[in-house]
Every structure is written in structure tokens, then in C-alpha cells.
């Protein structure tokens, strides 16, 4: 039987389609042929498989050589499936055996020589192969990748002729070290490092505690940059699901991943020129943006109402639905996009309205078309609003008083809240549905009625009125009360509606 079958990845998003490659030998004029959607990259792929073939002192089948990638109306792209290709066409040819073929998933770009050269975006296809309980064989170069998914799940190869003894049992292939899960990532800034800002420092405590995102508003130099790249040190850490997710994107987009890093969360930071396609992903092979680069961790986006309107407001719908689809003629690509949003901004387009120290020269209209770049939709979707103002010079050069935690202090009272939430919805309480918050968030009927009377004077919107209630839930979470919601949670979840 000329017929040989082999498994190997797509790349489609943060998914990674299972490929079967089937190759068969048939009588004709000496030809390769592959079929089933590929582009150019893997056209080209029975000139370097056929050179390396033979590069590794096997004999290439002077027969009509046909291969399938199935199935046939997904897009292949890349040299991913040069590996797979060449042990089919091996394998068809009676020079390897074809049942080792079938527990194992092949994924590496041939050189010419027969080597193997790393594949990009890698981790997504490691994770779908282990929950589909087959092995996976790598090249090398792809080891500070696998190392993520544990020993025996992977094995590493550097060439063609290594995998082919090990198929023959001449040879066995190694597995990458585990990263070590356990052992916490390097400490980033210190919250100790600010000075005074007790009103900032505490509604950072409660988006970290709960998830939600923030809004810094104050003169410039006032420590909103400092507070935003301390909110990673507090946050609880990543699950291995969690930090999978996020190095499966970072592998997506082609940057390096650091084993002993891999579970801290992620902190993007992109500049107010970028476009909206920088933010949410694009491209004609679609690739993710900064929102899912930030996925389970931090987006901070400095200077607020300088990002364009339009791509500011493309974070509408990943906000509410913690994804962002990508659509283009050929193919639909899904990303992951849960993050908590951060934003600073200066008060008006100097940054001085309301210092006591600066006198603000802006004028009203001047002022209100700076803080419309924001829309009120946007804006709505932001739970926590907090003023940093300035911090007076003595207080700098103080000592720490009491309520200049470390980061460390912090987190523990961040960890705790969090596992209440957890274990009463097991769901931060940023993610509440309605029908969890009508049980977890149940008022008494004075707590209620005073808190929809300020609603009506706000003019609040049924989003605003969850979100207070989601925050309220999150500060008494921190206070490790009964549970039930007093006014006091309420009134301090209303001042940070404060837009």
C-alpha cells in the first residue's frame, strides 16, 4: 500500500486546527503535487522536503507523489507542515514505519540539509495536541516553548534523520525540562515606591480585587504612570490556564517567552499614535493586537483623549465580551481580549485645571471638547474614576506612614477578596452575570432606595447601576464583613462614578 498518513497543526487564531496529511505514491511521470488550500509557503514545500529528503540519504520516490492536507477548505499556510509532509512521503515509501506515525503530531520547517528550523506560534498547537492525548515532536529551536507544556508531552528533534531513527527505535528523542509552575515570577515595581495618593492606592486595591477597570485623572507628574505599572504586582497570580492563554498569544505574535517569567501577567503599554488595527489585531493572516497581548493582564492607555476617537472606540466590544473577532474575506479569527483597562488623562488639554500650584488657561470649550474624545459609552464601561492630585513636596520626603503598603501586603488582601468571589460565583466580580448579581448583591429596601434615588440624579444607565453593585461587592469583599452590602460600599462604589 502506497498510502501514508500523517498529523499535524494549522494556524488559524488562537486555535490550531488538527491537519491531516495523507500522502500517496501512484505510477506516472516522476511529479509532487499538494493539495488542500495551501499558499505559497506551503507550495514551495516539496522543493525543500524533496532536498532534504534526499540531503538525509533517503531515497525521494521517483513515482507521482500526491499530498493532501485535509481538510481541504482550511487556509495553510507557513512551513509548519514540512515535517509531516516528509515522514509521509517516507512512510509511504516503506523507508519509515507507518504505526509509529499515528499517537505522535509533527510540526517543524525543513532546511535543506535536513534540519529543523523553529515554527512560529507554536504554543497554540502544543496545547490543543496534550488535550487531545497525542505526543508532539518539535524542533529544538521551539524548546523555551514547550518547556510550557511539561515532559512527555513534547519530544525535541534537530534534524529529519533524528525523528526517522527514532521511528526505527535507533534513537530516543528528549523532552524539555518543565518550566517550574510554582516558583513566582520576578517582582516588578513596588507599590511602596508611592508617596501619599491613599485615594488612588485604594481604588487600585479594588480593580485589582475585583477586576475592574480604572480611570486616572490628574495634573501631570502627580504618579498615574507609577500607579498603572504597580496594578500587575498586585494582582493575584495566573492559573496555568491563565498563564497558557497568555504566552499562546504572545506566541501567536512572534515574541520571545522567558520560562522563568512565563506566569506574570502582562503589562502593554502601547503609545497614543497607535492605530486600530496595532490595538485590536489585523492584518490579510490576522494576527493579535495589544488587547490580547494584555490578555489576563494590564492594558494601560497613557494619555487618554490623545488615542483616536475611532480607535478608542473599538474597545467597546471586547470591554463587555473578553474576545475580539477578526473578519476578513478568506477566514474569521478569534482572539482572546480579557484585560483590565487602565486609563490616565490630565484634566484639561494643559493639565492644570484645578491644581492649586498652576493656573489653568484653558478655556471652557476648550475643555470640554478635550474630554469628549472620551464617549460617554466608553466611559460607561468603566467602573472606578479617581482624581490623583498633586502630592505636596514634604510629603515626599516624609517617612512611610502606615497606609504605604508594599506590594506583597497588598496582594494578599487582593487574594483574599478574590477567593471569596470565587468561591461564592467562581467568577471575579468585575464578570458578574445579572442573575448573580440579583443573589450576591441583594440591598434591603432603605440601601436600595437611596442608592436608586442617586442614581436618578446621576442619570445612571442599567450598565452604571450593575457596575456599582459589582463594586460595592468587590470593597466589601475587602473589608471581610458577613457579605451583605451597606451603604457605605455603595456610597464609595457611586463616588467612583465620578466622571
Known amino acids: 500500500?502506497?498510502?501514508?498518513?500523517t498529523l499535524s497543526r494549522a494556524?488559524?487564531?488562537?486555535?490550531?486546527?488538527?491537519?491531516?496529511?495523507?500522502?500517496?505514491?501512484?505510477?506516472?511521470?516522476?511529479?509532487?503535487?499538494?493539495?488542500g488550500l495551501p499558499e505559497?509557503?506551503?507550495?514551495?514545500?516539496?522543493?525543500?522536503?524533496?532536498?532534504?529528503?534526499?540531503?538525509?540519504?533517503?531515497?525521494?520516490?521517483?513515482r507521482r507523489v500526491t499530498v493532501n492536507l485535509a481538510p481541504a477548505e482550511l487556509p495553510k499556510d507557513g512551513g509548519r507542515f514540512d515535517l509531516a509532509i516528509a515522514l509521509g512521503i517516507l512512510a509511504a515509501g516503506s523507508q519509515v514505519p507507518r504505526e509509529r506515525l499515528d499517537d505522535c503530531e509533527f510540526l517543524g520547517e525543513l532546511a535543506l540539509s535536513?534540519?529543523?528550523?523553529?515554527?512560529?506560534?507554536?504554543?497554540?498547537?502544543?496545547?490543543?495536541?496534550?488535550?487531545?492525548?497525542?505526543?508532539?515532536?518539535?524542533?529544538?529551536?521551539?524548546?523555551?516553548e514547550a518547556a510550557l507544556i511539561g515532559e512527555g508531552d513534547v519530544l525535541l528533534a534537530d534534524s529529519l534523520a533524528e525523528v526517522c531513527a527514532w521511528l526505527r527505535g535507533q534513537a530516543e528523542l528528549v523532552s524539555p525540562p518543565a518550566a517550574d509552575f510554582y516558583q513566582m515570577p520576578t517582582c516588578g515595581p513596588d507599590m511602596r515606591d508611592i508617596r501619599g495618593q491613599h485615594q488612588a492606592r485604594r481604588a487600585l486595591e479594588i480593580a485589582a480585587a475585583g477586576g475592574h477597570h480604572i480611570l486616572l485623572v490628574g495634573p501631570p507628574g502627580t504618579g498615574k504612570t507609577m500607579l498603572a505599572e504597580r496594578l500587575p504586582g498586585i494582582l493575584p497570580p495566573m492559573t496555568e490556564s491563565e498563564a497558557l492563554g497568555s504566552c499562546a498569544v504572545r506566541s501567536l505574535s512572534g515574541e520571545d517567552i522567558d520560562p522563568r517569567c512565563w506566569r506574570r501577567r502582562p503589562f502593554r503599554a502601547p503609545h497614543h499614535t497607535a492605530s486600530g488595527a496595532a490595538l485590536v489585531g489585523g492584518g490579510s493572516s490576522p494576527r493579535p493586537g495589544e488587547i490580547s497581548l494584555a490578555h489576563n493582564g494590564v492594558l494601560f492607555l497613557d494619555e487618554l483623549p490623545e488615542f483616536t476617537r475611532h480607535v478608542l472606540e473599538v474597545l467597546r466590544e471586547p470591554l463587555e465580551s473578553g474576545q475580539i473577532v477578526i473578519s476578513r474575506a478568506a477566514r474569521q479569527s478569534t482572539f482572546p481580549a480579557e484585560f483590565q483597562l487602565v486609563g490616565a488623562m490630565n484634566p484639561c488639554p494643559c493639565g492644570y485645571a484645578g491644581d492649586p500650584q498652576h493656573e489653568c488657561r484653558c478655556t471652557p470649550d476648550q475643555v470640554q471638547r478635550y474630554r469628549s474624545r472620551i464617549s460617554g459609552p466608553l466611559l460607561d464601561r468603566i467602573d472606578l474614576c479617581v482624581q490623583v492630585p498633586r502630592v505636596p513636596i514634604s510629603e515626599l520626603s516624609a517617612a512611610r506612614g502606615p497606609h504605604d503598603d508594599d506590594s506583597a501586603t497588598v496582594r494578599q488582601r487582593v487574594i483574599?477578596?478574590?477567593?471569596?468571589?470565587?468561591?461564592?460565583?467562581?467568577?471575579?466580580?468585575?464578570?458578574?452575570?445579572?442573575?448573580n448579581l440579583e443573589r450576591d448583591c441583594a440591598l434591603p429596601s432603605d440601601e436600595r432606595e437611596w442608592l436608586e434615588a442617586a442614581l436618578d440624579k446621576l442619570g445612571a444607565s442599567a450598565r452604571a447601576y450593575h457596575r456599582i453593585l459589582r463594586v460595592a461587592r468587590t470593597i466589601a469583599d475587602l473589608e471581610g464583613g458577613s457579605g451583605c452590602l451597606e451603604q457605605t460600599h455603595l456610597a464609595e462604589a457611586l463616588h467612583y462614578r465620578r466622571f
Not at 418 to 431: F, S, W, Y
Open 416 to 435: 483574599n477578596a478574590r477567593e471569596k468571589a470565587l468561591a461564592r460565583a467562581g467568577q471575579p466580580n468585575a464578570e458578574l452575570s445579572v442573575v
Open 40 to 62: 505559497a509557503a506551503v507550495r514551495e514545500a516539496r522543493d525543500r522536503v524533496r532536498v532534504a529528503i534526499q540531503s538525509t540519504a533517503f531515497e525521494y520516490p521517483n
Open 114 to 144: 535536513g534540519e529543523l528550523r523553529a515554527v512560529p506560534g507554536i504554543l497554540p498547537a502544543l496545547i490543543r495536541a496534550r488535550r487531545s492525548g497525542r505526543r508532539v515532536v518539535v524542533p529544538r529551536a521551539n524548546a523555551a
Open 11 to 35: 494556524q488559524e487564531g488562537i486555535s490550531a486546527p488538527q491537519v491531516v496529511v495523507e500522502v500517496h505514491l501512484s505510477g506516472g511521470l516522476p511529479s509532487t503535487s499538494i493539495v
Open 1 to 5: 500500500m502506497s498510502l501514508a498518513v
